[in-house]
């Protein structure tokens, strides 16, 4: 089955714009189709269009294609117009990367007893 990760994208209205100019002439088109979250079809220029883009579950390796080009794309960001988030299988394996705070993305640690 694999290592699995939880991974949640914050993009801020610029970098959304930028990634949506970019995405049918990268290689992420089917990476940003299965993602949960808040990645618009279409870009409304009277709102903000920053988004939220989660997977649960996935195989997360920069030797995967697509994981390499959302990588490669958020290096070219500032660190301010995007938040990147990723929670391993194991509890101390968390990446947390950008410094788009305001998009409320955290890592939840919870001690469940019945």
Known sequence: MGYRSEVAIALTDDA???LKAIEEHEVFDD???TAEGSYPKHLDPEV????KLYWG??????????IAAI??????LPEEDYL?????????????????YDSEIWISKCLQWN
């Open 16 to 18: 959304t714009r930028l």
């Open 57 to 66: 579950g996935i195989k997360w390796g920069d030797h995967w294609p697509e």
């Open 31 to 33: 990476l940003l189709s």
């Open 48 to 51: 903000d269009n920053w988004c």
């Open 84 to 100: 990147f988030v990723r929670s391993g299988e194991d509890l101390e394996d968390n990446t947390f990367d950008g410094q788009f």
């Open 71 to 76: 990588h490669a794309f958020m290096e070219g």
